[in-house]
């Protein structure tokens, strides 16, 4: 009596019922797998810990002090009420004025005032989520395409081509030069587009970079920019990390290319996405920013804003918080020095085990080198090892693969979004299972001569493995288990 | 110059419309109690602003919602981080109980399957995308709010197919137009995915009948198309006849147990721009019983989540059910007392409207004001409410209305004095322009023969000329 499966199918679009959310991504899976067990010192010692979310919960404590000290920047405190009404109503999708100029001063701020930002080129989104998708809309129709090098965020497969039916072409980068983005590679992916008909609208870079971390130097921006000026493609700088890079080689935005005397570029061709999810820490607020040197897409922008306006009331926090070019600059240096120190003790804990990452100076993650543990060096090997790393070490980590990474082996560890015991719980289970594999990989070979040292071995392996249960017993916590995430 | 993508250069965002463009003239001269009284007055914006007061006073009273606190102790950190498409739940139960509320407790709503969005422009596009595909249709009776040529069209290619209604019976929707409409869908060769409705309507100012929703129930049913209702104004419904949900139909024709999986197909828009006057905050949401459908929706919100600061506030206030119950009767009061006062000041200048009972304005008639029944009257006249009397009102073909001389005039976005000042300018110009003599309360007012008219319009021409403005000063 009821409709089948493909009746509703068709009752719905195909957008809807097909996979084009990417969800189904490993990237995702290890999310639920997270969810279903979440990691808790004492409630859920043996959880996994998410090490998956690139997040930024170092330097809370110094906004929340900010927060507490300045009331007014809250409509809703008896010092910020008296302009609830006004900010409640206002809904003009050039959003509040001090808002934006709050925001073209802290990306000022962040690229060490080397550029100035235009605050009339500033259009809100529905995070960088909505940013790019709103960008894509702008500049191409569907069948169109972009060029991304690789490896890249999983999720623009979804941002970028879901809704509006663009299409995502990689550049080849590869590992024996830290995946540098190379001219050669950009003309040949340019070529394959040409070769199977697609017009390619622009070129898609995230720098700093997720997943890898590292910032691209003055030459590849340059060369970037002549590229897709030669070509009269779009260019689209992700900056969204600008503010985590903790270390040399410093970042440079592509504002500031484009203030070289000798660079010669069509600035209408280049649009920046920026948020304040990463380098803030506040991804709830959802608060991101399409930053464009061409007026006609600034306009539209604007307009097509208008499905994912920030709200006023964040509006007014962040135009209170980023004016206060004090805290800001403080913020900004402690962050970074935060983060550096983590990710050191990070590293320097990994590299005592013989697990090296991509040398980086940014981003809240590392680009961590397994292929060592790699049964054989295929994408089949990688998945394996990754499912052990998610339940049998624990630890909710990326594979390379998601972020279309051409080499098997490389998987994204993100750092910065636990406390520092916890990170300690995740470094030393790192190190166990690494030991552990160096162990199995011994044995194995020993195995093939003499049989009867196998049971020594295990039972080696089993002291092994509960002092890897008491180091997990830690007692102190990340943020506890948000109650106002509940888990099904 | 680099070309940029089709709906980046085409006209279907909409915002060459009047209903824009009449905006656009009062951000150039906007009215002010003090310091600009001449300016033009905003009558074309459906804001609620008429219980603040009772929302502020709530705020006083509840430092730790506003303040990023749960008893006392900061959870700004835990805010921040909340990124959760499925939202917080405890907004998600609050904004559902409050919908519930609404609607006089006869329907409820399950949380489950409420999914946020960045206000109900948000809503209305993922809805689109996820039930439509480019090039499909939608009808929507006419007059319709003029954002939804951008909101439903733009980005999604879908197309709208209107359902002509008309003042003969007071545009509600009858049988033979929903048929008229699916027919000429046909003969363009577009597959017609559902019905849009708003209700309350937006510009109409009424509810729709039980006749009506039963019909359109019936209708996508036999069809085997969906029904999108669009609710941001039921918490606005004022007065008899009381608000009737299409999710009340559903109940009562007990959908969801006679397998004819209509009750599936039915999606209810709601926002808290109007009811609550929060249009700043940007608080959307879509309601539905197909699983597919909250899935596909809950994944799209990715692209306009509502910010975890927001949803936090809002779930304390709608939580307090005093306050909310202490809202709605109140801000059913004020609505009716200032409708009742734009209607009488229309009276007045000898100009009736559309009988209302819910939304934030009304739905005015100045056919008689016309100089031919045309739609070039109709802009004529427009431009001059706009420019001389310096009100800006939307005309009813910036909202596809088949009849020439209909208006929309807001009366809640304004205080009492602006709205008296609104109306007597508007009487001034009436008596002026129509050289007709004071009108009595009961809104008799006389038609002038076309010829006298004509020199008339002429006349008023040369004054404007001469700087001669008709508008009493303050």
Redesign the interface.
């Known amino acids: 009596?009821?409709?089948t499966l493909s009746n509703?199918?068709q009752?719905?679009?195909?957008?809807?019922?097909g996979n084009g959310?990417g969800?189904n991504s490993p990237y995702f899976e290890g999310w639920k797998a997270f969810d279903s067990n979440p990691y808790h010192p004492t409630k859920n010692p043996h959880g996994v810990i998410q090490m998956g979310l690139a997040?930024n919960?170092l330097s809370?404590d110094l906004?929340?002090e900010w927060?507490?000290n300045h009331?007014e920047a809250?409509?809703?405190?008896?010092e910020g009420?008296k302009e609830?009404?006004d900010?409640?109503?206002?809904?003009d999708y050039h959003g509040l004025p001090e808002f934006r100029n709050a925001v073209a001063n802290f990306m000022g701020n962040v690229r060490g005032n080397r550029v100035t930002f235009d605050p009339d080129r500033i259009v809100m989104s529905?995070?960088a989520?909505?940013a790019h998708?709103m960008l894509a809309?702008?500049?191409?129709?569907?069948g169109?395409a972009f060029l991304m090098p690789v490896p890249y965020y999983p999720a623009f497969d979804?941002?970028l081509r879901w809704?509006t039916?663009v299409q995502l072409l990689p550049v080849a980068c590869e590992s024996f030069n830290n995946f540098k983005i190379t001219r050669a590679a950009l003309e040949d992916a340019y070529e394959k587009a040409q070769k199977a008909n697609i017009r390619v609208?622009g070129l898609l870079i995230t720098n700093p970079s997720n997943p890898l971390g590292t910032v691209l130097d003055r030459e590849t921006l340059k060369s970037l920019v002549t590229f897709i000026n030669e070509k009269?493609?779009?260019l689209v700088c992700d900056e969204i990390y600008a503010a985590t890079v903790f270390t040399q080689p410093s970042f440079i935005s592509i504002a500031e290319i484009l203030e070289e005397e000798e660079v010669e570029c069509?600035r209408?061709?280049i649009h920046i996405v920026y948020s304040l999810?990463k380098d803030?820490?506040?991804?709830?607020?959802?608060v991101g920013i399409v930053y464009s040197y061409n007026d006609?897409?600034v306009n539209?922008a604007r307009?097509?804003s208008?499905?994912?306006?920030?709200?006023?009331?964040?509006q007014r926090?962040i135009a209170s918080m980023l004016s206060d070019n004090e805290f800001v600059d403080r913020f900004i240096a402690e962050s970074a020095r935060r983060l550096k120190a983590r990710h050191a003790k990070f590293t320097v804990g990994l590299e005592e085990e013989g697990t090296t990452c991509l040398k980086s100076s940014g981003g809240l993650f590392v680009w961590m080198d397994l292929h060592k543990h790699l049964k054989e060096p295929t994408f089949e090997a990688e998945m394996a090892l990754w499912r052990i790393i998610i339940h049998e070490v624990k630890l909710n980590v990326s594979p390379g693969s998601s972020f279309h990474c051409p080499e098997p082996g490389w998987f994204r560890v993100c750092f910065a979004n636990m406390d520092d015991q916890t990170m300690e719980v995740a470094l030393e289970r790192i190190r166990n299972f690494v030991l552990q594999d160096k162990e199995a990989a011994v044995v194995a070979m020993k195995k093939k001569k003499r049989c009867w040292q196998s049971s020594k071995n295990l039972s080696l392996s089993f002291n092994r493995r509960s002092r890897f249960d008491e180091v997990m017993m830690s007692p102190h916590s990340p943020?506890p288990q948000?109650p106002?995430?509940?888990a099904t | 110059m680099c070309m940029l993508s089709r709906k980046a250069t085409c006209n279907s965002h909409g915002q060459d419309s009047s209903y824009f463009l009449g905006w656009q003239e009062y951000e150039k001269n906007p009215f002010h109690e003090v310091r600009n009284t001449k300016g033009i007055i905003q009558m074309g914006l459906a804001e609620n602003q008429l219980c603040f007061d009772i929302l502020k006073s709530w705020i006083a009273n509840n430092p730790d919602a506003a303040g990023f606190k749960r008893n006392g102790e900061s959870i700004f950190a835990e805010l921040a981080l909340f990124q959760d498409y499925h939202g917080i739940p405890e907004f998600k139960k609050a904004l559902t109980e409050f919908m519930s509320e609404i609607r006089g407790n006869k329907v409820s709503f399950d949380p489950n399957h409420l999914v946020l969005a960045a206000g109900a422009t948000s809503a209305n596009e993922t809805l689109m995308f996820c039930l439509a595909n480019h090039g499909e249709a939608f009808l929507l009776p006419t007059p319709y709010y003029p954002g939804f040529d951008r909101d439903l069209k733009w980005r999604t290619g879908v197309e709208i197919i209107p359902i002509h209604c008309t003042s003969s019976n007071g545009f509600q929707i009858t049988e033979t137009a929903l048929q008229e409409a699916y027919l000429e869908a046909q003969k363009r060769n577009l597959r017609v995915k559902g019905v849009l409705v708003t209700n309350p309507s937006n510009p109409l100012g009424t509810t729709m009948t039980r006749n009506e929703l039963n019909m359109l129930v019936s209708f996508v049913d036999e069809k085997g198309i969906h029904l999108v209702s669009d609710e941001i104004y039921s918490g606005t419904a004022f007065s008899t006849p009381s608000f009737v949900s299409v999710m009340e139909i559903l109940k009562e024709r007990k959908c969801d147990e006679n397998g004819s999986q209509v009750w599936k197909r039915v999606h209810v828009v709601y926002s808290l721009s109007k009811d609550l006057g929060l249009p700043g905050f940007r608080v959307g949401a879509i309601y539905s019983n197909d699983d597919m459908v909250v899935a596909a929706a809950t994944k799209m919100s990715s692209f306009g989540l509502v910010s975890s600061q927001t949803q936090y506030l809002l779930a304390a206030m709608l939580s307090d059910k005093k306050l909310t119950k202490n809202y709605i009767s109140e801000n059913h009061k004020r609505l009716r007392q200032r409708q009742k006062k734009l209607v009488s000041g229309l009276q007045k200048a000898g100009i009736s409207c559309l009988k209302g009972n819910a939304g934030l304005f009304c739905w005015v008639d100045m056919r008689h004001l016309l100089r031919s029944n045309t739609f070039e009257a109709e802009m004529e006249l427009w431009k001059k409410i706009v420019y001389e009397v310096r009100l800006n009102i939307s005309p009813g073909s910036s909202c596809h209305c088949t009849e020439p001389g209909w208006f929309r005039v807001c009366f809640a976005n304004m205080s009492e004095e602006t709205l008296d000042l609104a109306m007597q300018r508007l009487k001034a110009f009436v008596t002026e322009y129509y050289n007709v003599p004071e009108v009595n309360g009961h809104g008799q007012n006389s038609r002038l023969n076309h010829s006298r008219r004509r020199s008339l319009t002429k006349w008023v021409f040369r004054l404007s000329f001469d700087d001669r403005s008709p508008i009493p000063g303050r």
């Open positions: 009596m009821g409709f509703q199918q009752q719905l679009s195909k957008i809807a019922t959310h969800e997040e919960q809370f906004i929340q927060v507490l009331p809250s409509i809703c405190t008896a009420a609830f009404k900010i409640a109503n206002f809904q529905g995070g989520t909505g998708e809309f702008c500049l191409a129709d569907p169109e979804r941002d809704r039916g609208k009269n493609i779009h069509n209408e061709l999810s803030m820490g506040f991804p709830g607020f959802r006609a897409v539209c307009k097509m208008s499905f994912g306006l920030v709200s006023t009331q964040t926090l943020i948000s106002l995430v509940r």
